[in-house]
C-alpha cells in the first residue's frame, strides 16, 4: 500500500464553515487516491447536549463539500469504558484524515491526557496521514494550551495548561493559539483566542524557555506538509510566531521552511521582518473588513437585493434571493455560527414578499393599470369631436395610436383596446 503523505494542518477557525471547503480540498487530494478514510473526534464538544447535532453538521459538511463518508469516533467522556476509549482510537489510528474541531479545549485534554492519543497522532505525522484540528481542538496541540473558557468566560487568573505537545514531533515547542485576530468584542480587545493582549502579555512570562506563541488568524490554516519540512498559510489571514511581545507574520499564500520557522520560534528574527505586538491587530483590520460569517453574507445580500429593486434590475434582486438561499445551505454545517440561521431566513422570506408583491403588479391586465388615464384622453377627445375641434380630435387619436392604444368609433360610442406588440 503506497503511504500517505503527512500532514497537519490547524485551523483559526470556521474548519465547518464555506470558507473553508478549498483547505480541506486540497488536504484530501494531498492524500491521493481514493478511498480517502476520514474520521471525526466528537471529543471536544463531547459534554454538550447538542453533541450529536454538531457531530451531523459535520458529517453533512464533508459529505457536501468533499464526497467523504465522515465516520465518528465517539469518545466524550473521561469516564467512557474501556471498550469505548480504544474503539475510538482504533478509528482514529486506522483513518487517513482525522478531525476535530470546536468545544472546550481543556475538557479534550482531560480525555485524552494519558490514554494514547498523542502517540496514535504522532505516529501519523511520522509514517503517513493528515490532522486537521480547529478552534478548541488547535488548542490541544501545542505543548502548553490555553483555557479559554475559564479565562474569557469564567474569570479565572490567567494560567496555561499542560497540552498534548505534538507539535514537538516537528521540531516545534509552542502553544497554539487560534481565533488569533478575532475581533468579536469591538469595543474591548478580543484578540489571541479572547485573552486580547494584556493577558497574553501576562501569560508570554508563564511560558518555559524556548517556546513561542503559534496563532492562527480566523478561516486561516497553517498546513504542514512533514514530507517537505513546510509551513503553507492558506485563507484570509495570517500565521504569527510570537515571542516576548514580537510578532514575526506570515501571510496567507506564502509557503516557508521549516527551518526557517524552527530558528524563528527559537528566537533567530535575523532576516525576518518582525512588528511589536502593540503596532499590529493580526489579520484583516475590523474596522474595515467584516470576518466571514452567515450574518455577513446575509447582510451584503440583503443590500444588493435593495439595490436592484430601486435601479429596477430585477435580475439581480432574484439573484440575491437565489445567492442568500444557497448561503444558509452552504453555512449549515457551520459549528461556530451562533446565530442560527432564523434570521437569514427571515430576510429570505422578506425578499420573496417583496417580489410577490411586485409580481402581483407584473401579471396584472395592462389595460388596467392604464385605463384611468386612456379613459380621460378619450374623453377628451369625444369632447373635441362633439365641439367640431376636429384637428385636437385626431391629435388626441394619433397620439394615443403611437402609445399603443387602438381607438374605434362606434354606433355605441368609442372604445380602445391595447394594441398587441
Not at 482504533?90 to 498523542?118: E, I, K
Not at 466571514?292 to 444588493?304: G, K, Y
Request: some cysteine.
Amino acid at each position: 500500500m503506497t503511504r500517505r503523505p503527512a500532514l497537519l494542518a490547524i485551523m483559526g477557525s470556521g474548519e465547518t464553515a464555506p470558507t473553508m471547503a478549498k483547505v480541506h480540498r486540497l488536504l484530501v487530494e494531498r492524500l491521493g487516491s481514493p478511498p480517502v478514510e476520514a474520521v471525526l473526534l466528537d471529543t471536544p464538544y463531547g459534554f454538550q447536549e447538542n453533541a450529536e447535532e454538531i457531530s451531523r453538521r459535520a458529517i453533512d459538511y464533508f459529505g457536501r463539500n468533499l464526497q467523504l463518508a465522515l465516520r465518528v469516533a465517539s469518545w466524550r467522556r473521561p469516564t467512557d469504558d474501556v471498550l469505548r476509549r480504544e474503539q475510538a482510537v482504533a478509528l482514529v489510528r486506522d483513518a487517513d484524515l482525522v478531525f476535530a474541531g470546536p468545544g472546550s479545549p481543556t475538557y479534550a485534554l482531560r480525555v485524552w491526557r494519558d490514554n494514547g492519543l498523542r502517540e496514535v497522532l504522532a505516529d501519523k505525522l511520522t509514517h503517513g496521514g493528515c490532522v486537521t484540528f480547529g478552534s478548541a481542538a488547535a488548542v490541544s496541540l501545542g505543548a502548553a494550551a490555553v483555557p479559554t473558557y475559564e479565562i474569557y468566560k469564567v474569570g479565572v487568573d490567567p494560567h496555561w495548561v499542560e497540552g498534548l505537545d505534538l507539535l514537538s514531533v516537528l521540531g516545534l515547542r509552542a502553544a497554539v493559539i487560534p481565533h488569533y485576530d478575532n475581533a468579536e468584542g469591538g469595543t474591548h480587545d478580543t484578540r489571541f483566542c479572547y485573552l486580547g493582549e494584556q493577558r497574553l502579555r501576562m501569560m508570554e512570562s508563564m511560558l518555559d524557555t524556548p517556546m513561542c506563541v503559534f496563532g492562527v488568524d480566523e478561516h486561516t490554516a497553517g498546513v504542514f506538509d512533514l514530507d517537505a519540512d513546510t509551513l503553507t498559510v492558506l485563507g484570509r489571514g495570517g500565521v504569527t510566531v510570537r515571542i516576548d511581545g514580537v510578532s514575526t507574520v506570515f501571510a496567507s499564500g506564502s509557503t516557508i521552511g521549516m527551518d526557517e520557522l524552527r530558528a524563528t520560534a527559537a528566537g533567530d528574527r535575523s532576516g525576518i521582518a518582525t512588528t511589536p505586538a502593540s503596532e499590529r491587530v493580526p489579520g484583516a483590520d475590523p474596522a474595515t473588513q467584516t470576518a466571514p460569517s452567515l450574518h455577513a453574507e446575509t447582510a451584503r445580500l440583503e443590500s444588493a437585493f435593495d439595490a436592484g429593486l430601486r435601479s429596477g434590475a430585477v435580475e439581480a434582486a432574484v439573484t440575491a434571493v437565489l445567492e442568500l438561499e444557497q448561503a444558509i445551505v452552504d453555512w449549515s454545517a457551520d459549528t461556530e455560527e451562533e446565530d442560527g440561521s432564523d434570521a437569514p431566513r427571515a430576510v429570505l422570506r422578506r425578499m420573496v414578499l417583496r417580489l410577490g408583491e411586485l409580481a402581483v403588479v407584473g401579471i396584472r391586465d395592462p389595460a388596467e393599470l392604464v385605463a384611468p388615464f386612456v379613459d380621460t384622453l378619450v374623453e377628451l377627445r369625444d369632447r373635441a369631436r362633439a365641439q367640431r375641434s376636429w384637428s385636437v380630435a385626431d391629435e388626441l387619436r394619433q397620439r394615443l395610436t403611437t402609445a399603443g392604444v387602438e381607438v374605434r368609433d362606434t354606433p355605441s360610442g368609442t372604445v380602445w383596446d391595447l394594441t398587441p406588440h
